[in-house]
């Protein structure tokens, strides 16, 4: 059964922006953080963004000021607004999610690709 489902990705030109959303099943419930992480061919997973309960955000590094992260934890969604791609964008986008007891949850994955 599949968690997490995510949607949007594809393939953008450098500097342009695409949109990805997160939808967690009915049967997670408690939820206190939702999220995105990226992994490259032969790097290692990394913070894009998360959100909290509380509506706290982090972003990382790489991403600041380019990728907005909103949701509704309540709601069990989250979007991850990219603009201003670069290249180095590229990567397999995944969806986190964890309850308050620290069962953490991962999406399938969605690819990303920033090329002319």
């Known amino acids: 059964q599949v968690q997490l489902v995510e949607s949007g990705g594809g393939l953008a030109q450098p500097g342009g922006s695409l949109r990805l959303s997160c939808t967690a099943s009915?049967?997670?419930?408690?939820?206190?953080?939702m999220g995105w992480y990226r992994q490259a061919p032969g790097n290692q997973r990394e913070l894009v963004a998360v959100?909290?309960?509380?509506?706290?955000?982090n972003y990382g590094n790489a991403v600041q000021g380019r990728f907005t992260i909103s949701g509704d934890i309540a709601k069990k969604t989250v979007d991850l607004q990219m603009n201003s791609l670069k290249a180095e964008d590229t990567a397999v986008y995944y969806c986190?999610?964890?309850?308050?007891?620290?069962?953490?949850?991962w999406g399938q994955g969605t690819q990303v690709t920033v090329s002319s």
């Open positions: 986190s999610a964890k309850t308050v007891w620290g069962t953490e949850y």
């Open positions: 959100t909290t309960r509380g509506a706290n955000t």
């Open positions: 009915e049967v997670i419930v408690a939820l206190n953080f």
